[in-house]
């Protein structure tokens, strides 16, 4: 008895740890994502740093940070649903 409770309480921390790796996983290929988005826009959008930003500068920041804030919703909303099939799932 005490074998079969210990190899089970093994195999779900085992369980327990390859998901919570596989979460930070994916939260650092988020954060990794973000910041290549970040820089796309940099390079896009800000051509020589200046005192003031021109409008096309600020409209081009502008619409790169609603892309930014629709990509985001668009993740979470996708991490969100990927969780919720693995806890309805088991």
Known sequence: MSDF???????NGDKELQEFLMIEKQKAQVNAQIHEFNEI????????????????TETCLT????????T??????????MLQKRSSGM
Do not use: E, M, Y
Request: aromatic share 8%; proline share 2%.
């Open 5 to 11: 409770d210990s190899t089970s309480s093994s195999i």
């Open 41 to 56: 826009c940099w390079d896009k959008c800000i051509g020589k740093p200046g005192s003031k930003l021109d409008s096309s």
């Open 63 to 70: 619409n790169c940070v609603d892309r930014f804030i629709d």
């Open 72 to 81: 985001s919703l668009l993740i979470t909303q996708r991490f969100a649903h």
